[in-house]
């Protein structure tokens, strides 16, 4: 699904809200989970999963195209833990 039809999504189940309103709501959660998961914080949304960062430390990678060795500097990473009734609606529908 992508964002645009999460936003159609919306608009179909609510009645009172126009397509404009939902991108715009949507637009926020999404923006206020990247300023959180920037600053280091954790975000959770309860049933479905949590948002985290990861730090992954620095290490010798290779170039698949020519196998020379590359240096991978260190960086920090999003992470997704999916919640225990996401993964429960998740197992049953497949």
Do not use: C, H, W
Request: glycine share 8%.
């Amino acid at each position: 699904m992508t964002k645009s039809e999460l936003i159609d999504a919306i608009v179909e189940r609510e009645d009172q809200i126009t397509r404009r309103e939902a991108e715009v709501v949507v637009n926020n959660i999404l923006n206020a989970i990247g300023d959180a998961l920037g600053r280091g914080e954790r975000v959770e949304l309860r049933g479905f999963g949590s948002f985290y960062t990861k730090r992954r430390e620095a290490r010798i990678g290779r170039n698949p195209k020519t196998g020379e060795s590359v240096a991978v500097p260190s960086k920090t990473v999003p992470q997704f833990k999916p919640g225990k009734e996401l993964r429960e609606r998740v197992d049953t529908t497949s």
